[in-house]
């Protein structure tokens, strides 16, 4: 009877195993096709994977360490009361895979900010309405710092 409840047990774990397997198998998959598809990117709902995420984000700041990000995560949302520009300083250092981030406007339109590796700013004419700042990623490693500068008619706030 011991024997054949250890076998029941271990064919359980064994299932428990596959199933977990393959469910972030998926999951990633779906993550590391996202890069090049702004439909996807728009979307409010973000979806990413880091195997190791370190540091932080604020209402105008972020600086993270990180590696075997997939996926794409929303930093900050932006509510502007008219034309206005937003200047964006960044450094990126990518040891592996592929990082943008992006600038997604009231009407869905996905801009690039910067991608792959590279130290500079940009500034983007901001208009009425709500927008945000996204990060995508595809199997990347590095670090990345990326400071916003604003006018007053801009309320810019991290989203969690």
Not at 90 to 118: A, M, Q, S, W
Request: hydrophobic fraction near 40%; proline fraction near 1%.
């Amino acid at each position: 009877m011991k024997r054949i409840t250890k076998v029941a047990l271990l064919l359980i774990l064994s299932i428990i195993m596959i199933t977990v397997l393959n469910g972030c198998s998926r999951v990633s998959a779906y993550q590391k096709g996202i890069y090049d598809k702004d439909k996807e990117i728009v979307k409010q709902n973000d979806s990413a994977t880091f195997f190791k995420r370190i540091g932080n984000t604020t209402n105008d700041t972020l600086a993270i360490s990180f590696s075997s990000f997939s996926g794409m995560e929303s930093l900050w949302s932006i509510k502007s009361k008219g034309d206005n520009t937003l200047t964006i300083e960044y450094d990126l250092h990518l040891d592996k895979g592929r990082f943008k981030c992006v600038f997604i406007t009231p009407e869905d339109e996905v801009i690039n900010i910067f991608e792959d590796e590279d130290k500079d700013n940009k500034t983007i004419e901001l208009p009425e309405g709500k927008s945000r700042i996204k990060i995508v990623g595809k199997e990347a490693k590095g670090k990345v710092a990326i400071s916003i500068i604003s006018m007053e008619d801009v309320n810019i706030q991290e989203i969690d």
